[in-house]
């Protein structure tokens, strides 16, 4: 008899690119983030994604105080703990690695190159933003380059790789494969890779099926069977994109950093109705959700036990 097939699902649960003025539900506060990640965890997510904020203002915080004010009560959940090192495309690269390379995650994620990465037509969108530093945050991306040099690459890796870290790959277009792949053949990324692929930032691929599926068959193309994918998609994009990833043997990643919807005018009132939606759609397609120690046997994590907090 033939088995369900386990998928995981990632949630990212408040991100660098909303601002507060967005949404009422985008977590902003410690407590408000811990509250989001164990309401995650327990709707199914096995991995949460973590980005901190000033609790004041809203503003993305990459110190290390900021995630150590979040990071020991979520990873209470059981959930595997997934420190961003993309902090904030308006950061550079040295302040960006400080959280992860503090606190010796099971995972990270990395950026696998330099994008243009625009945010102003979120302007339309959203005409009154209470505060100026998120109207100076959209349209200070017209001029924007998020920076992810090959040397960037190498000092995230270098900072975190000998912690045990793994990497969540996050890759906004064909060519961050490729990076990829050259970092592999140097020596610089071992096996077990986890590959995030990201559809519908402006700047990188877009969000259409044909795109989905060339991510797919140039990462196969490249790694093989040496790979663990997985899919973000932006906004509108987030839930049919990750029925897609699943059809194609892939993973899901949702949460309130990718989109405030959860479904057509439906605004997400917790990034865990995103995760219950994707487990209807996991249901549908006859497969189930991988637990936490079911997604890190898959990465091949070193455990929860073996953080820094």
Known sequence: MATRRKVI????????????SMSPYLPVTPEQIIAEGRRAAEAGAAILHVHARDPQTGRPDQSVAAFGRILPALKATGAVINITTGGSPFMAVDERVKPAAHFAPELASLNMGSMNLGLYP???RHPHLAQEWENEHLENSRDLVFRNTFKDIEFVLASCLGNGTRFEFECYDIGHLYTLRHMVDRGKVGDMLFIQSVFGLLGGIGSDPEDVQMMRRTATRLFGDGYQWSVLGAG??????GAMS?????????GLEDSLWVGPGEPATSSAD????????????????????????????????????
């Open 274 to 309: 995103q995760v219950a939606r994707v487990r209807l759609i996991l249901d549908g397609l006859g497969m189930d959700i991988a637990t936490p120690d079911e997604a890190r046997a898959m990465l091949g994590l070193k455990g929860g036990d073996q953080v820094n907090f």
């Open 122 to 124: 979120m302007q339309a």
């Open 236 to 241: 509108a994009s987030q839930l049919r994109i």
């Open 9 to 20: 699902i990632s949630c990212a649960l408040t991100g660098a690119i909303h601002t507060p």
């Open 246 to 254: 699943a059809a194609m043997g892939g993973h899901i990643r949702v």
